[in-house]
């Protein structure tokens, strides 16, 4: 198994107080209960963007480029 990499955000005080909250009722850290939501969301944008792709390629306009500016 690969080594996990690390990870350096800031939060500002109201929000870093919320997700101290947040993270002390579950009985986890603040760095655990951050890696569980990042990973969870990061997981739930991919699965969409995968069923986007999917979508678009059943109507025919996957492979048509979009232009950058619309």
Same mark, same amino acid.
């Given at each position: 198994m690969?080594? /996990?990499?690390?990870? %350096?955000?800031?939060l500002n005080p109201d929000d870093h107080a919320a =997700?101290?909250?947040?993270a002390? =009722? !579950?009985g986890l850290d603040l760095a655990?209960?951050?890696e569980r939501v990042?990973? /969870?969301?990061? !997981? !739930?944008e991919?699965?969409?963007?995968?069923l986007?792709?999917? %979508?678009a390629e %059943?109507?025919?306009i996957a492979a048509q480029a979009l232009p950058a500016e619309m």
């Open positions: 690969l080594e /996990r990499k690390d990870l %350096r955000l800031k =997700v101290s909250l947040l002390d =009722v !579950r655990e209960w951050a990042l990973v /969870r969301e990061a !997981r !739930r991919l699965h969409a963007a995968m986007i792709h999917q %979508r %059943r109507l025919g």
